[in-house]
């Protein structure tokens, strides 16, 4: 099984902080997905990152690719209270379909 | 499109009770999926299917069936519920063309096993 573990598993912010969360592997990925989840709702597909080294931004999130493909990060620029919620990573496997996901950061933004 | 939907959306059965969660996607995907969401554990794979006809077990599919006859419904079966079962529920769906897999989840049903 490939894992992903993702850190912090909480954070708590005020409005207009910048933040970074982590997700780390000892496995290579052929790519890795960020996915967001409000609270009561399925979790929604952010990004996906698929060469080494990449960065992708939406708007004031931004998404790394590690070079050696085995770890991902996400940005959040002047944090908003729309931004709490559960971020998700996760990544197709070497072989089959079953995607892995890593457990999440609970983040909350408060005004 | 209304992307995938299920139902219902909170559910509470009595322990050895026996239910469906729905699930039907309108995208013409053929991958779908069912997960299950609890505090601490993350999403964790049940059953999947990559066509019409076509299932394999997940990481936790004990307790569970599924059938694939269309492209677009895939049900779970709880076949006799237990406590451990008290869970959040998601079916999800993909594509070959994504990058790898990308899923497409549903709002969830929240099942309470008394």
């Known amino acids: 099984t490939q894992l992903l573990e993702q850190s912090p598993q909480f954070l708590s912010i005020q409005e207009g902080e910048n933040l970074t969360v982590y997700c780390n592997s000892s496995?290579?990925?052929?790519?890795l997905q960020w996915y967001r989840q409000e609270p009561g709702e399925g979790p929604v597909l952010l990004v996906t990152v698929v060469t080494g080294g990449e960065v992708k931004k939406l708007k004031r999130l931004t998404f790394q690719f590690g070079d050696a493909r085995k770890d991902s990060s996400l940005h959040i620029t002047a944090a908003q209270p729309g931004d709490t919620g559960l971020y998700l990573c996760?990544?197709?496997?070497?072989?089959?379909?079953?995607?892995?996901f890593g457990k999440g950061t609970s983040l909350l933004v408060t005004p | 499109n209304a992307g995938v939907t299920q139902t219902p959306k909170f559910q509470v059965l009595k322990t050895g009770q026996s239910m469906t969660l729905q699930c039907a996607q309108d995208?013409?995907?053929?991958?779908m999926s069912w997960y299950r969401q609890d505090p601490g554990m993350g999403l964790r794979l049940i059953h999947y299917s990559v066509g019409a006809g076509i299932t394999d077990q997940g990481e936790v599919p004990n307790g569970y069936n599924v059938s694939r006859s269309t492209t677009e419904d895939f049900p779970l079966r709880l076949l006799s519920a237990a406590p451990s079962q008290t869970s959040v529920y998601f079916c999800?769906?993909?594509?070959?063309?994504?990058?790898?897999?990308?899923?497409?989840f549903g709002p969830g049903t929240r099942l309470t096993v008394t």
């Open positions: 999800a769906s993909s594509y070959s063309g994504t990058s790898g897999y990308e899923q497409y």
């Open positions: 995208m013409n995907h053929e991958y």
């Open positions: 996760a990544g197709p496997p070497n072989s089959g379909y079953a995607l892995n």
């Open positions: 496995s290579v990925f052929s790519s």
